[in-house]
């Protein structure tokens, strides 16, 4: 088996976000997203519209998520590695070279975004209407 680690907010889901996740399961056949704590958004300065508990609901009936963790801190990411035997770490591109450090434990793999859609415009182009 091979796995696939990502991490993010996953709020408002939306087409950008199932890319991303259906690129992922390219590198492999189980594929891991540890999602941010409202905890850990808060210490980022992050707010999400839907809880902790209602986006990993949402995440966990997307057909290329096989299993959803908790991210609580920045720190966490090489112990996650390790503990679920991860092949590959994937994030999008705007992170490029931000997890460079785990490539002593899995093959790091930076995926272009999708253009035009993020959550930050999402809500910014709902605020001008």
């Not at 492999?28 to 809880?51: C, H, M, P, R, W």
């Not at 994937?90 to 975004?113: E, I, N, S, T």
Request: aromatic share 12%; glycine share 6%.
């Amino acid at each position: 088996m091979k796995k696939v680690l990502t991490y993010g907010t996953f709020d408002m889901l939306h087409p950008g976000h199932i890319n991303l996740l259906r690129r992922a399961k390219e590198y492999g056949n189980y594929v891991i997203v540890g999602l941010s704590s409202d905890e850990f958004n808060a210490q980022k300065g992050k707010t999400s519209y839907y809880t902790y508990e209602e986006r990993k609901h949402v995440l966990e009936a997307v057909r290329y998520v096989d299993e959803v963790i908790k991210e609580e801190n920045w720190d966490q990411k090489v112990i996650d590695v390790q503990h679920h035997n991860v092949d590959t770490f994937v994030m999008g591109d705007d992170w490029k070279g931000k997890f460079d450090f785990l490539k002593p434990y899995c093959h790091v793999v930076y995926l272009p975004r999708t253009e035009g859609i993020s959550t930050t415009k999402i809500k910014t182009d709902l605020k001008s209407k």
